[in-house]
């Protein structure tokens, strides 16, 4: 909190109990807390040939590859996705803090 967010936080508390404290609190601040992890295990669809100079054989990758894994290309023509096993693995982990206030409830 700034210096001015802070002094006006104090003169909202002045004269409140306890129990009103918590709920002014509850009410004017928020606080999340945002963990998550997330893992990318794709391909991409290419053609036979980018393939072949991968040193792959391109008429097994056409004769065995499923038709989910088959896309026609406007320009490229029938690209295939292939599940090549990588070791390793990429993802992101992190966590986001965010802070809120309104306006003071009015007494009722």
């Known amino acids: 909190m700034s210096p001015e967010e802070q002094k006006a936080f104090m003169a909202d508390i ?4 306890i129990t009103q404290i918590r709920a002014l609190i509850e009410s004017k601040y928020q606080k ?3 963990h998550g992890t997330y893992y990318d295990n794709g391909g991409q ?12 054989d391109p008429v097994a990758i056409k004769a065995l590859t499923p ?6 290309h406007p320009i490229l023509g029938e690209t295939f ?3 090549i096993l990588t070791t390793g693995q990429r993802g992101y982990r992190g966590s986001e803090n965010s802070e809120s206030m309104s306006k003071r409830p009015k007494n009722t």
Not at 46 to 51: F, G, I, M, Q, R
Request: with cysteine.
């Open 32 to 34: 999340i807390t945002q």
């Open 14 to 17: 002045g004269g409140l109990n």
């Open 45 to 56: 669809y290419l053609p036979p040939s980018v393939y072949e100079k991968m040193g792959y």
């Open 81 to 83: 996705r292939l599940a």
């Open 67 to 72: 038709s989910c894994d088959r896309v026609m």
